[in-house]
């Protein structure tokens, strides 16, 4: 008989945690969130809520951190698996570039200085729209790898979702900030392809390339919209 | 040359010096030999030594520098950068460093612009040279005249080396909340750093710790606000407060300068209401003393219930001190007991009843055996100041007496007998504190009915009843010595069940005719009441009794008062039955029951009441007495309950 207690009393509060809450919140079970279709019907009502300028910035300021943080351990975590000392110091050298390179993107702080909010957005939103697409590349490179350890694939994986929502984001802030539409779009292309199959260095060295790029351009991002949000001086006070 | 070695080693034989050097210096020194002469050349040789030993100590590897180290680089504001390096060991010869960088993507190799500014073994690139967001490459160079060493190269990217200059302006205040103070700690953002156009943010943290307690610092997270509240803070305390700051990606600052505040006393408020508390407390701890105090007693009743002693009720303790023992045993006796109107035979005095000893003494023996329980003998002709209960220890037990009486009377028969009522004085006897009339085992004639049944006690008393009727009317002869003999015992029958009314009954019967046996013996008194004295009780509860000394001595009959003792003659029963008692008679009265004649009627004689009435009143012979009105004095001042134990209808 006791140890028919002792299992009543080890078992309880399992029992209470699996079965008894689970009852009691059935209902609230029930209320399961519906992503709001907010695609406004011709000439019709929009239905969803609009978002304040504010909170959607550092909505998107969150979203740019976030992303940063995680690019940031991904490159360090595959800089420790596959690269070798000697190498890692000699990142240029080896003559890969990054594939922003070419963007008119502002590099320097004085450049910053006189760019206007609109072109801060702009670029922004072209240094997502850049990455989108190589990071597919890279997820897939990634999983080519016999020893990728898949907190790695992880990241990287969980970084390609949030850009796109980034890039949502993005759009929307251009839109009410700028009163500008503009098209999402994922036709541009050119930046970067590759249709050989690399050597396995090559590859090596090339993800490794593409990891940090993506960090730098990422701090980038968060960068400039954070000198956005402090350029808007009637809501914020960043002094 | 040989000479002078040999002459050398001849004549110092310590020095064993023979190298080439020495020959020269021997050559010049050709002088001719004494001790001056010895003695520079000792010198010579020590110089020498000393010479090429130092040469050897003074020898240097002149090599090219070590390779310095790379320390680290950090950018204050991400507008400029400052990169440190550690050098190596020299190689002896003066050393120059230079710093060299590249740029990510290009192959021009610059050169440190600033190698003062950030002091010894640094390089500062200012504004102008600092590019974010693109790596460095930089490496430094340790040159002196054998060679260089070049360091290992570093990546550099400068928004991620940021480490800001501590806060500055730190400030703070003792405010105050409802009477509770706070410390109100704000600061400044280094002031290189740009935080108003957002181009670095910053969060920050702040530490404070009691001026006494080295090391002891509690943390405080600020996030990006540039004051802070710290509260519970210890009244009179001397605080230290300092501040450091970290951009979102970077490194934490140095702690800023410490900040000292000094918070005031403000613990009045606090010690009036401790002071209101123990006053409090203490008036309340006084009133229960207080009350405690007032309720002692019955407190101590409640705790400690008092332990009853012994008392009897109206027993006044102080009379017993007195010495006035009427008064105190007046307390003792109890009004109206005996019950005049006792319903009960248990109530009532009971009678000794004089059993008829058979001369067949198993079967008594069996008997008494088996009816012994508890027996109690009342003396019913003596009152004392006993409740007039009936005792077996009183001496006037007829046991004892009727004991001896066989002896006189038979031989044989009497020996059995006084085995008997030996053997009856040894049984057991139970008192029956409850008041109870209990008789002795029945000793009655071997009657075969008898020996059988202890438990069928009424229809063997009703047999010993008509057994002893008939050993009367047997032992009527006169003359018969040989009787059965009047042996005189008590009887007593175990009385467990208390039918006491039919055994009472039957026993007075018997006894009557015990008694009539005894007239025929004339007037021996002795047999005819023999008393026995309770020696004393066993352990077994048994009574054991002895026959009263000196009481059979007086053959004219003359009873045997037990002397000194304190007996009153019952003068008789009356109808309530109640004893009617009579002073300390005369010996006259008591004496002659030879001449009696009674009839039952008055008379000194008293002879006990038999239910038959065939007996014929001889010289001293107990004759029945009607009970119902007659008041018959006893022979010796006794009145034998026996017969007013016959009064059922009174």
């Known amino acids: 008989m006791d140890s028919f207690e002792i299992k009543i009393t080890h078992y309880i509060p399992y029992f209470m945690q699996s079965v008894v809450w689970p009852l009691l919140l059935w209902p609230c079970l029930q209320t399961v969130s519906i992503p709001l279709d907010c695609r406004e019907d011709q000439g019709g009502v929009n239905r969803c809520p609009s978002i304040s300028q504010e909170k959607l910035l550092d909505r998107v300021i969150q979203h740019a951190e976030l992303i940063y943080r995680v690019s940031e351990e991904s490159c360090s975590l595959f800089e420790e698996m596959f690269i070798p000392f000697e190498l890692q110091l000699q990142r240029n050298q080896a003559g890969y570039t990054c594939i922003t390179k070419a963007l008119p993107i502002p590099s320097s702080r004085s450049e910053i200085q006189q760019i206007s909010d609109k072109w801060l957005l702009h670029s922004v939103l072209m240094l997502v729209q850049s990455w989108i697409e190589p990071l597919v590349y890279l997820q897939t490179s990634l999983n080519l790898y016999d020893v990728a350890p898949n907190t790695l694939l992880n990241k990287t994986k969980w970084v390609s979702e949030k850009l796109i929502s980034l890039e949502q984001g993005v759009v929307v802030l251009i839109k009410k900030m700028l009163d500008e539409g503009l098209l999402t779009t994922n036709s541009e292309q050119g930046l970067f392809h590759n249709d050989a199959q690399p050597e396995m260095l090559e590859s090596v060295m090339r993800d490794y390339t593409s990891l940090s790029c993506f960090k730098k351009d990422a701090h980038k991002m968060e960068t400039f919209l954070k000198l956005l949000k402090c350029r808007q001086t009637d809501k914020y006070n960043c002094a | ?650």
Not at chain 2, 172 to 191: C, I, N, R, T, Y
Not at chain 2, 437 to 464: F, I, R
Not at chain 2, 491 to 499: A, D, G, Q, V
Not at chain 2, 605 to 611: A, E, F
Request: some cysteine; overall charge negative; aromatic content about 8%.
């Open chain 2, 1 to 650: 040359m040989r000479g002078f070695l040999r002459w050398r080693t001849a004549e110092l034989p310590v020095m064993h010096v023979s190298t080439p050097a020495v020959i020269p210096v021997n050559q010049l020194l050709k002088s001719p030999m004494g001790c001056g002469a010895m003695m520079k050349s000792v010198m010579e040789v020590l110089l020498l030594l000393m010479l090429f030993f130092t040469a050897h100590a003074k020898e240097k590897s002149y090599s090219p520098p070590e390779k310095p180290t790379q320390t680290r680089c950090r950018s204050p504001e991400k507008e400029t950068f400052t990169c440190w390096w550690e050098p190596g060991s020299d190689g002896g010869l003066p050393t120059t460093y230079a710093l060299y960088y590249r740029k990510e993507n290009s192959e021009t190799v610059y050169e440190c612009p600033d190698y003062h500014t950030a002091g010894e073994n640094s390089c500062f690139f200012n504004k102008n040279d600092t590019s974010i967001w693109v790596n460095y490459n930089i490496s430094v160079v340790a040159t002196n005249a054998l060679g260089r060493a070049f360091s290992d190269p570093v990546d550099i990217d400068v928004v991620y080396i940021v480490e800001p200059n501590p806060p500055e302006k730190l400030t703070v205040a003792v405010m105050e909340d409802k009477g509770w103070p706070f410390l109100l700690v704000s600061w400044e953002p280094p002031h290189k750093a740009d935080t108003r156009s957002g181009w670095i943010t910053l969060i920050y943290e702040l530490r404070v710790r009691l001026e006494e307690e080295e090391d002891d610092w509690e943390m405080h997270h600020a996030g990006q606000q540039k004051m802070f509240n710290i509260f519970s803070l210890r009244s009179g305390g001397e605080y230290l407060v300092e501040v450091r700051c970290k951009p979102d990606h970077g490194f934490w600052s140095e702690w800023s300068s410490t900040s000292y505040v000094k918070v005031p006393d403000y613990f009045h408020r606090e010690k009036s209401m401790w002071i209101l508390v123990a006053v409090f407390s203490a008036l309340i701890f006084l009133i229960l003393t207080w009350l405690l105090h007032m309720n002692s007693h019955s407190l101590k009743h409640c705790i400690l219930p008092p332990v009853p002693g012994p008392k009897i009720k109206g027993f006044d303790n102080k009379l017993l001190k007195n010495g006035n023992s009427d008064e105190i045993f007046s307390a003792l006796v109890v009004p109206n007991f005996p019950p005049a109107s006792a319903s009960k035979y248990e109530e009532m005095l009971v009678e000794y009843l004089e059993v008829y000893v058979p001369e067949e003494p198993e079967l008594m023996l069996e008997e008494s055996k088996d009816l012994l329980d508890g027996c109690l003998k009342s003396e019913n002709s003596r009152s004392d100041s006993d409740s007039g209960r009936g005792s077996c220890d009183s001496h006037t037990l007829l046991m004892d007496k009727c004991g001896e009486t066989k002896e006189e009377e038979r031989q044989t028969n009497r020996e059995s007998s006084l085995m008997e009522t030996q053997g009856w004085k040894e049984e057991a006897i139970n008192h029956d504190t409850s008041g109870k009339v209990k008789t002795w085992p029945s000793v009655y004639s071997p009657l075969p009915q008898y020996g059988s049944n202890p438990l069928d006690k009424q229809s063997s008393l009703e047999t010993a009843k008509q057994h002893s009727l008939s050993t009367s009317s047997f032992l009527t002869q006169p003359g018969t010595k040989d009787a059965l003999g009047p042996s005189y015992t008590d009887f007593c029958l175990s009385n467990k069940e208390n039918h006491l009314h039919p055994q009472t009954l039957a026993h007075r019967a018997l006894q009557t005719q015990s008694d009539v046996n005894i007239s025929n013996i004339g007037c021996k008194r002795s047999p005819a009441t023999e008393y026995v004295e309770v020696q004393r009780v066993n352990k077994e509860d048994m009574v054991l009794l002895q026959p009263v000394v000196s009481r059979c001595g007086h053959i004219e009959g003359c009873p045997n008062l037990p002397k000194g003792e304190d007996y009153s003659k019952v003068k008789g029963v009356d109808c309530d039955n109640r004893l009617l008692l009579q002073r300390e008679g005369t010996g006259e009265d008591v004496c002659p029951c030879v001449d009696q004649e009674t009839n039952g009627e008055g008379g000194n004689c008293y002879t006990s009441s038999t239910v038959s009435t065939t007996q014929k009143p001889t010289a001293c012979m107990y004759t029945a007495m009607p009970l119902q009105e007659e008041t018959a004095l006893a022979l010796n001042g006794y009145v034998d309950t026996a017969t007013m134990g016959n009064l059922p209808s009174c």
